[in-house]
């Protein structure tokens, strides 16, 4: 990792009280860019920009997790949930996704972070059923957040909640969550390096309405 992209994540890790993590980051980082000039998964960026674009942004949904067990829906790379495992080693985290290339990744960077609070699941959301439900399920993925409430209301339990990361959010996407019965709550989040809107959609099993 160049110098200058190792101190901008050393600052935004101490900024987030989290600088215990950095070295198991950098390790992702390093395990990230290597596999991505092969499999492409994600955007070839310089460092510096893959850790405000995607380390930071996934960290700025870390307020939001209220408990386990934890779902990643279309984790992808393990973005958000390998990097939120990462700095909540006490909280259990399944990450699914169906393209076996990103989750031969995601379990290469489990095994050599020496993370134990994870497993990765190569599956597509409507096949996943297992024996518990969770308490919160999250997607980084998805581009409607009522398809993907309503793909993953089998999963959650009673108490628990549904996360949608976003940027900016159409008025749209709201409005075809309220038609579809869920309530949503709408909050900014925000984490070092990060520039233009951050909103995370949640919706909470509980307040949700028949449509």
């Avoid at 290597?34 to 850790?51: F, G, Q």
């Avoid at 031969?104 to 409507?126: E, H, M, S, T």
């Avoid at 075809?176 to 989040?189: K, N, S, T």
Wanted: proline share 4%.
């Amino acid at each position: 990792m160049d110098q200058q992209a190792h101190k901008a994540l050393a600052e935004g890790l101490h900024e987030l009280g989290l600088g215990m993590h950095q070295d198991d980051i950098a390790h992702y980082i390093r395990l990230l860019q290597r596999w991505n000039r092969a499999y492409n998964l994600v955007a070839p960026t310089d460092e510096l920009t893959l850790i405000n674009r995607h380390i930071f942004d996934c960290l700025a949904a870390r307020p939001f997790i209220s408990g386990g067990p934890c779902l990643d829906v279309g984790t992808g790379a393990g973005l958000p949930g390998l990097i939120l495992a990462v700095t909540m080693p006490s909280t259990e985290w399944v990450l699914l996704d169906a393209n076996g290339k990103k989750t031969r990744f995601c379990q290469q960077a489990v095994r050599a972070i020496g993370l134990d609070n994870v497993q990765v699941v190569q599956q597509r959301l409507q096949h996943h059923h297992p024996e518990h439900c969770y308490m919160t399920i999250i997607s980084r993925a998805y581009s409607q957040a009522a398809g993907f409430v309503l793909s993953s209301a089998h999963l959650i339990c009673d108490e628990g909640r549904i996360l949608a990361m976003k940027g900016r959010i159409a008025r749209e996407e709201k409005a075809d969550a309220i038609a579809a019965g869920l309530h949503v709550e709408i909050e900014p989040m925000y984490a070092p390096g990060q520039s233009g809107e951050r909103h995370m959609m949640i919706f909470k099993k509980k307040a949700w309405q028949e449509p």
